[in-house]
């Protein structure tokens, strides 16, 4: 898109931009994110960022929840007299119609935030220092959020972690057999499958309510978080999935990620190990900020949590590559069946280490 009509754009949200320049930024896969730099050099820049609505298809829900989120941090730090509040919450501007977005003449959405500066993010988890910091903010946001009730949101994405639902697209997937490969995997569907009525437990927790409905970030990358100079956590940012759901998500899937020493599409099932440094430090800097606020059933169902990411993770693999590769993009043909079977093996490594994971939990 040419500098022009991005600045056109900035220039509709109700703040007084004189822009410098406006280059991408980052290297999101979902949205087109643009830095906009601005006069005088003293002066604030800002984010101006193009929502994938093929993936979420309520921007306006979405950009309700963020609102609804922002706000009630924001209420909870200026209670306590926190200072530099803008560094803490990010901060979202109004379009001149009043609404978190505008549309462009091609109906895209777009949105204009605060850029923290002095801040920087981290790609990847290097040590067990990094896992204890990024774990703490993850659980300081979610006790942020934790007297927020769940309801007053929408789901981003409806089902994201629903493994009732997860499990049902899979079956379909397998009588359907769209691409022939069912056939050729009866060990691996039946591996899955002989999970489901345990892993599913977590679903029906949320249905049943004893595991209670919260409000949860559900992409807990550690470049979803701003740092200081310091390398302490200021804020936890890509609020576009925060939705209703389980601690336990946000959780697991962290571990899912960053407990596995290998990649998750690793071939050579045998580098496929539980680290158990990393591990041991993201749980103890997660409880250090959210002990306080979970219930004792979610407490026992952390190190569960992680096992049931893995095996959703691996029946997304497996539905995709029985339905012919139509979601995931694919480096090599085969490659979301590398993918499944990883995901497999890690999951079979998360059994295998379930005491002690069970026991690092337990001693917070």
């Keep these: 898109m040419k500098t022009s009509t991005l600045s056109e754009l900035a220039t509709q949200f109700t703040v007084d931009i004189i822009i410098d320049t406006i280059k991408p930024f980052g290297n999101g896969y979902i949205n087109d994110t643009y830095l906009i730099t601005t006069m005088p050099s003293s002066a604030p820049n800002y984010i101006l960022q193009r929502k994938n609505h093929k993936i979420f298809k309520n921007v306006a829900g979405m950009m309700d929840n963020i609102r609804i989120t922002t706000d009630h941090i924001r209420k909870q730090l200026i209670a306590v007299g926190t200072t530099e509040i803008e560094r803490k919450v990010m901060t979202y501007y109004s379009a001149k119609n009043g609404n978190l977005f505008i549309n462009d003449d091609e109906g895209n959405f777009w949105t204009l935030f605060l850029f923290i500066a002095d801040s920087k993010s981290v790609e990847s988890i290097e040590n067990p220092a990094q896992a204890y910091s990024a774990a703490r903010a993850f659980g300081h946001f979610q006790k942020q959020l934790a007297d927020l009730p769940g309801e007053k949101l929408i789901e981003t994405i409806p089902n994201f972690h629903n493994g009732i639902s997860r499990l049902n697209d899979f079956k379909i997937a397998i009588k359907e057999d769209k691409a022939g490969r069912v056939k050729d995997h ?6 899955i499958l002989n999970r489901s009525e345990q892993m599913t437990s977590l679903q029906r927790g949320l249905e049943n309510k004893t595991l209670p409905l919260r409000i949860t970030h559900n992409d807990t990358k550690i470049n979803n978080i701003l740092f200081d100079k310091n390398n302490e956590p200021l804020c936890v ?15 697991g899937d962290a571990i899912r990620s960053i407990g596995n020493k290998a990649p998750e599409d690793e071939p050579d099932l045998s580098k496929i190990i539980f680290n158990t440094e990393i591990y041991t430090a993201f749980a103890q800097g997660y409880l250090s900020s959210a002990r306080d606020f979970l219930t004792s059933e979610e407490v026992n169902n952390l190190a569960f949590s992680c096992r049931y990411m893995a095996w959703e993770q691996t029946m997304r693999f497996f539905t995709d590559f029985i339905n012919g590769d139509l979601y995931y993009k694919t480096a090599y043909p085969g490659h979301n069946l590398v993918r499944t079977k990883a995901q497999m093996r890690y999951l079979e490594v998360l059994e295998e280490n379930r005491e002690q994971m069970e026991e690092i939990v337990a001693k917070g």
Excluded: H, N, R
């Design 186 to 191: 009866q060990d691996l569907i039946e591996k």
């Design 237 to 251: 940012i890509d609020l576009d999935t925060v939705m209703p759901g389980s601690a336990l998500y946000d959780f």
